[in-house]
């Protein structure tokens, strides 16, 4: 049974039966809710995770009030519900719904995703089956939604290329605005939904998969990507941001009604990274470095904080300790609010540019903990993945900040990496150990009382557009080995050991690397009952393997192969400005333990100055 009023069963039936009903609430404070008439093009923003992830996207918050500031157009949100729900939504017969609106979202001109994990791709399967939907993109009729996605995932959209009508690759303040603009254009002339099609894909960074055909070898392998038409670029370059100075950032932001997991404001503060760790795709796929002012930065932080009453500002970036004027802009922020008792945290910090000297700064509010990612337990390791910081570093910032009372400290560690060795994963224990040492070597009227060193430990996972993107994963077997031999090796009071599980991250690293055949995969699994793969209680591994016996497909060949350097990779035909030449000799260097030089100090030739005419590096 369908109701006719969907907003009050909502309110009256269904959200006095489900956990935390402020998720679905949608009048929170700065939400945004507009009187509809027939010129709005209706756009869901859809994150395929939680309400309490999907609200701490920046992103999100940016592309939001961004899109609402256009007058014709209205954004709303919407989230995967969970799975209480879900089960009512079902139940009654409802569709999923906008969080501003509670309208049902297939009567939406666009269900946009963002793709910010490989794991959540069952989520957006499942999303669009509670809205009524069409799964295959060839299925879908004139006056259905376009489903569009973009984020750091649809750099190798391969996977979801069945199910996606096109997606935006890069930056997407731009991008985005220019495929509403051939919207109003395409409506004007009443054209079916390729003439639409044909339109964005004339749009730089706009990926239309439909109009490329995937050619395979013998042997499994890519043999070529290439567009059906003469018309159809056979490269599509990601767009970026030239410029950060006067860049959009919204004044306001939404202020939850329930906790989440950033539950701050988040103060972008650049973008890129000048680092080139062999490992992170981030680092790859974000340059160049493109900083904001400290002026407008603050002016930026006035105006958010007077509008959400948040009492905590976040620094935003891949690397906050590198952000040129960084200690400038800490005195300004904490002179400003410290009476006001408005505190600054500071995440993403580097462990050889840690400043004591800034820790006291932003510890005149409140504390926050501290987190350093050597990544690797020896220097040997270190330099395969070019991290640029040795042992010395760590000790010397985790004694500075014992020094000045602290007693939690958070240190992020990979195995399975290339090359690496069982010494080299006893060298995540040692490590430890060192800082634990360090903290007793502080006065102890100096310290802080109850240490507590919190190792956390991740697999590694090969990525597109990264030097690694052709080594071959460990096993689960290698990875979970690994895992066991530091639960041993770490048994000491001072240090707490999590870790991840390694059949998620084998899974992520099929779905990284796949090409167009995992769509199958992929609808088999969401058919068998997958979804929220990211979170412990619902992952099945189980019904995964049983959905690529179920299509025919190995997926060692994605996680465990490794990839042969001449060898076409499904995302070949995508460019984000770092060449294949500069990757190939990245990896060569990882081999030999060669490190190369942060790009601030001198241009390492990735290629990125590349990707604009006149170039884009500073």
Same mark, same amino acid.
């Given at each position: 049974?369908?109701h006719?009023?969907?907003?009050?069963?909502?309110?009256?039936?269904?959200?006095?039966r489900?956990e935390?009903p402020g998720?679905?609430?949608?009048?929170?404070?700065?939400?945004?809710?507009?009187?509809?008439?027939?010129?709005?093009?209706? &756009?869901?923003f859809? &994150?395929p995770?939680?309400?309490e992830?999907?609200?701490s996207h920046?992103?999100?918050k940016i592309?939001y009030?961004?899109l609402?500031d256009?007058?014709?157009?209205y954004?709303e949100? $919407?989230?995967?519900p969970w799975?209480d729900?879900?089960?009512?939504l079902?139940k009654?017969?409802?569709k999923l719904?906008?969080?501003?609106?509670?309208?049902?979202?297939?009567?939406f001109d666009?269900v946009g995703?963002t793709?910010?994990?490989?794991m959540?791709?069952?989520?957006? *399967?499942n999303m669009?089956?509670?809205a009524?939907?069409?799964?295959?993109?060839?299925?879908?009729?004139?006056?259905?939604?376009?489903?569009?996605a973009g984020g750091?995932?649809?750099y190798?959209a391969e996977?979801l290329?069945?199910?996606?009508?096109?997606?935006?690759?890069?930056?997407?303040?731009?991008?985005?605005?220019? $495929?509403?603009?051939?919207?109003?254009?395409w409506?004007r002339?009443?054209?079916?939904?390729?003439d639409y099609l044909?339109?964005?894909?004339?749009?730089?960074?706009?990926?239309?998969p439909?109009?490329?055909?995937?050619a395979?070898?013998?042997?499994g392998t890519?043999?070529q990507?290439?567009p059906?038409?003469?018309?159809?670029p056979?490269?599509?370059?990601k767009?970026?941001i030239?410029?950060l100075?006067?860049?959009?950032?919204p004044?306001?932001?939404?202020?939850?009604?329930?906790?989440?997991?950033?539950?701050r404001?988040?103060?972008?503060?650049?973008?890129?990274?000048?680092?080139?760790?062999? &490992? @992170?795709?981030?680092?790859?796929i974000?340059?160049?470095v493109?900083e904001?002012e400290?002026?407008?930065?603050?002016?930026i932080?006035?105006?958010?904080i007077?509008?959400?009453?948040?009492?905590?500002?976040s620094?935003?970036?891949l690397?906050t300790?590198d952000?040129?004027?960084?200690n400038?802009? $800490?005195?300004?922020?904490?002179s400003?609010y410290e009476?006001k008792k408005?505190?600054?945290s500071?995440?993403s910090?580097?462990?050889?540019s840690?400043s004591l000297?800034?820790v006291?700064e932003?510890?005149k509010?409140?504390?926050?903990?501290?987190?350093?990612?050597?990544?690797?337990?020896?220097?040997?390791m270190r330099?395969?993945i070019?991290?640029g910081?040795?042992e010395?570093?760590?000790?010397?910032s985790?004694?500075?900040?014992f020094?000045?009372?602290?007693?939690?400290?958070?240190l992020? &560690?990979m195995?399975? *990496?290339p090359t690496e060795?069982?010494e080299?994963?006893?060298?995540?224990?040692?490590?430890?150990?060192?800082?634990?040492?360090?903290y007793?070597?502080?006065?102890?009227?100096?310290?802080?009382k109850?240490l507590?060193?919190?190792?956390s430990?991740?697999?590694f996972?090969?990525?597109?557009?990264t030097p690694?993107q052709w080594e071959?994963?460990?096993?689960?077997?290698?990875?979970?080995?690994?895992?066991?031999?530091?639960?041993k090796?770490?048994?000491?009071?001072?240090v707490t050991?999590?870790?991840?599980e390694?059949?998620?991250?084998?899974?992520?690293a $099929?779905?990284?690397r796949?090409d167009r055949r *995992?769509?199958?995969?992929?609808n088999?699994?969401w058919?068998?009952? @997958?979804k929220f793969?990211?979170?412990?209680?619902?992952?099945?591994?189980d019904?995964w393997?049983q959905a690529?016996?179920? @299509?025919?497909?190995?997926?060692?060949f994605?996680?465990?192969?490794?990839?042969?350097?001449?060898?076409?990779?499904?995302w070949?035909?995508?460019?984000?400005?770092?060449?294949?030449?500069? *990757?190939?000799?990245e990896?060569?260097?990882?081999?030999?333990?060669?490190?190369?030089?942060? @790009?601030r100090?001198?241009?390492?030739?990735c290629?990125i100055?590349?990707?604009?005419?006149?170039?884009?590096c500073?």
């Open positions: 049974m369908i006719n009023d969907t907003k009050d069963y909502l309110y009256d039936e269904i959200l006095p489900v935390k998720r679905y609430i949608g009048t929170e404070w700065n939400s945004i809710h507009k009187d509809l008439d027939d010129s709005h093009i209706r &756009f869901a859809c &994150f995770d939680v309400y992830v999907g609200m920046l992103g999100m592309l009030h961004l609402n256009q007058e014709d157009i954004c949100r $919407v989230f995967a799975t729900m879900e089960a009512e079902r009654s017969g409802n719904f906008a969080l501003e609106s509670r309208d049902a979202i297939d009567a666009f995703f793709l910010q994990y490989e959540s791709y069952t989520n957006i *399967l669009l089956d509670l009524g939907i069409p799964l295959q993109a060839t299925d879908r009729k004139k006056g259905q939604p376009f489903v569009v750091p995932c649809a190798n996977p290329c069945d199910f996606v009508d096109f997606f935006m690759l890069g930056e997407g303040e731009e991008i985005i605005l220019e $495929v509403m603009e051939a919207y109003r254009q409506k002339t009443d054209g079916d939904r390729e044909r339109l964005v894909a004339k749009i730089k960074g706009v990926y239309v439909a109009f490329y055909d995937v395979y070898n013998e042997d890519v043999r990507v290439a059906k038409r003469a018309d159809i056979p490269k599509i370059r767009r970026v030239k410029n100075k006067g860049a959009y950032f004044d306001k932001i939404i202020v939850p009604f329930i906790d989440i997991v950033h539950d404001i988040m103060l972008e503060i650049f973008r890129g990274c000048t680092r080139g760790c062999r &490992f @992170c795709q981030a680092g790859m974000y340059r160049p493109r904001r400290v002026d407008e930065l603050v002016e932080a006035d105006r958010l007077e509008s959400s009453g948040y009492e905590e500002v620094l935003s970036s690397s300790s952000f040129s004027k960084l400038e802009l $800490v005195e300004k922020l904490m400003k009476s408005v505190s600054l500071l995440p910090l580097r462990i050889d840690f000297k800034l006291r932003v510890q509010v409140r504390k926050s903990g501290l987190t350093f990612a050597p990544e690797a337990g020896t220097q040997r330099d395969v070019n991290k910081v040795d010395e570093d760590l000790i010397q985790a004694g500075a900040a020094e000045t009372g602290y007693n939690s400290l958070k992020y &560690f195995i399975g *990496l060795t069982m080299d994963v006893q060298g995540i224990a040692d490590l430890a150990f060192k800082v634990v040492d360090r007793y070597e502080v006065p102890k009227q100096q310290r802080g109850g507590n060193v919190t190792v430990v991740s697999s996972v090969p990525k597109p557009f690694f071959p994963q460990d096993t689960v077997e290698q990875l979970a080995q690994k895992q066991r031999y530091l639960q090796a770490i048994k000491k009071k001072q050991y999590n870790w991840h390694p059949d998620v991250s084998y899974l992520e $099929v779905f990284a796949g *995992l769509g199958k995969v992929l088999r699994a058919e068998l009952g @997958c793969d990211g979170w412990d209680q619902y992952f099945k591994m019904l393997m690529f016996r179920d @299509c025919g497909i190995d997926p060692s994605y996680a465990n192969r490794r990839r042969e350097i001449e060898e076409v990779l499904p070949d035909h995508i460019d984000v400005g770092i060449t294949k030449k500069y *990757l190939r000799s990896m060569k260097k990882a081999q030999k333990g060669e490190l190369t030089r942060d @790009c100090v001198v241009c390492t030739g290629g100055n590349l990707l604009e005419e006149g170039g884009v500073k």
